[in-house]
């Protein structure tokens, strides 16, 4: 196939040369790209950006990952590792962009690597970035069900026991049976309710900065315990795992890398929105920017209020206790966590939404196996991948029950999480490179000269990411219960992916229609 072949146009108006606007043009794109129309495109701009701004939840991400940074290196580590991570993520969201909005369907990443690489390796190229892409996607949903479970345990345990004892135990089965609930939820809600889940995110995006601006008021108003010095704030680092400074440091992105690692997740919502070629790259860019800002208005006002870290350090959950140490009484500090509870809660629909999706376009290809039941679109519901749903909430279940063996299972799925999406990002970008961007040359969304250095930025994140969390937060002790399991959990991941492309895909795949 020729580079000419490769460079798929959007549909045009006339001689203008401009896309065409409107579904109609939006389903011809996709009837070119080899696809059928099977979705309602119910989604306008403004809501896909905000169910972009949803799947990252800013604050909650950055909430319920608040250990890391705190043993990575303290106040520089919480506030510069965000701002360091979120210019990184605008690159990467900008790169994903691009190539967008030249291939915008529900494949996302998996689709756009066929298309781009040549034709002797393209196969196995998508096959590896399909599959990254799936785990990616199901294992951010579990993180995010489980983080929220985690962070509900916490929020309750602000109410003490006379003995000064939080109030729920927080068992292993206890916890189990919290995630449990929590996804039958999110799934329930996203299979029976599609078409109001783009009023739910448009809530959700007030409800965050009323709940955000109400917490930075009252936890620096009330400041009980004090309030620290601007210089302390944005200056003091304090490594606390045990790793030389510098790396403790990167090890501690994970805070910020795990929040923002939901950016190319919203690529698989292309078959629900209007006008994909345009509205989807510039959700990505525009929603990492407002989730900079969301996150900086979030954490600074908390490390203005900090307790001693090397009491934090001990719990899983630090901030409904920084919360609590702030205002200085159960009842307000649970009020004031309410909104990020929320806002967890549909980010764990949003999540569950498009991880079906992604699912369901890997499965048309044929590249899961019973892939005849996971493509189906149930039309009596709205037109959802119910299957698809369905499948990834059982592998979730399973994965949930690692927790019994270790408490480290948080740290497994949000770190294999963001391996496996970032790598997945990665591969189209820099097949695209490898291409001299001559296919996104055509784009409606093209950054020209600046892409280039986006691109680079964004393979050398990657090239960073995949080994830096696979390894412990905290060392030299490193036991069943420390350890990180991301790289257990990543290669048994791939090994499937191998072993099925052994027995079946390399005789029988053929990868997406050309």
């Not at 498009?354 to 369901?360: E, N, Q």
């Amino acid at each position: 196939m020729t580079d000419t072949d490769l460079k798929k146009p959007v549909t045009t108006n006339g001689e203008s040369g401009r896309p065409e606007s409107g579904e109609h043009a939006a389903d011809q794109m996709l009837v070119s790209l080899g696809y059928a129309p099977e979705m309602q495109r119910n989604r306008s701009t403004l809501q896909v950006a905000f169910m972009s701004f949803v799947l990252a939840a800013i604050p909650y991400g950055l909430a319920t990952t608040m250990y890391y940074p705190l043993v990575g290196g303290g106040p520089v580590n919480i506030i510069w590792g965000w701002v360091a991570v979120s210019l990184i993520i605008i690159c990467v969201a900008a790169s994903l962009g691009e190539i967008t909005s030249v291939y915008p369907t529900a494949g996302g990443v998996y689709y756009q690597t066929f298309m781009l690489a040549s034709p002797e390796w393209r196969r196995l190229a998508a096959w590896t970035c399909g599959w990254l892409y799936v785990v990616g996607n199901v294992t951010i949903t579990l993180a995010v069900n489980f983080g929220t479970t985690l962070f509900l345990v916490g929020c309750i345990n602000v109410f003490e026991t006379a003995d000064g004892e939080g109030v729920l135990a927080g068992e292993p089965y206890q916890v189990f049976l919290i995630f449990l609930g929590l996804t039958l939820l999110c799934n329930a809600i996203s299979s029976l309710g599609n078409k109001w889940l783009p009023i739910l995110d448009t809530f959700a995006i007030f409800w965050t900065f009323a709940g955000v601006l109400a917490l930075m008021v009252c936890v620096l108003a009330i400041a009980k315990n004090g309030r620290h010095d601007a210089k302390w704030v944005f200056g003091h680092f304090e490594a606390n795992s045990g790793w030389t400074p510098g790396w403790s440091f990167v090890v501690g992105l994970l805070h910020a890398a795990y929040a923002t690692s939901s950016t190319g997740m919203i690529i698989s919502m292309c078959e629900e929105v209007q006008a994909p070629a345009t509205q989807v790259p510039k959700a990505m860019v525009l929603t990492v920017c407002l989730n900079t800002i969301a996150g900086l208005m979030f954490m600074i006002p908390l490390v203005f209020v900090l307790p001693d870290i090397q009491d934090l350090i001990l719990l899983a959950q630090p901030v409904p206790t920084i919360v609590k140490s702030a205002v200085g009484n159960s009842g307000g500090a649970f009020g004031l966590l309410i909104p990020l509870l929320v806002l967890a809660m549909i980010c764990g629909i949003g999540c569950t939404t498009a991880t079906s999706r992604c699912i369901y376009a890997f499965a048309r290809d044929g590249a899961i196996p019973g892939s005849k039941w996971w493509k189906v679109i149930d039309h009596r519901l709205d037109d959802v991948p119910l299957n698809a749903m369905m499948l990834s909430m059982v592998v979730q279940i399973i994965l949930g029950a690692i927790y019994f063996g270790s408490s480290a299972a948080f740290n497994a799925f949000s770190g294999v999480g963001v391996i496996a999406l970032t790598a997945s990002y990665a591969m189209p970008i820099i097949v695209s490179m490898l291409n001299g961007r001559r296919v996104v040359s055509t784009a409606s969304f093209y950054l020209g000269s600046f892409g280039w250095f986006c691109n680079i930025v964004a393979t050398a994140w990657s090239l960073l990411a995949i080994p830096l969390f696979c390894m412990p937060s905290t060392v030299p002790v490193v036991d069943p219960t420390t350890m990180n399991y991301a790289s257990v959990v990543f290669v048994g991941f791939v090994a499937i992916s191998a072993g099925w492309y052994v027995a079946w895909g390399r005789k029988n795949y053929v990868g997406p229609p050309k």
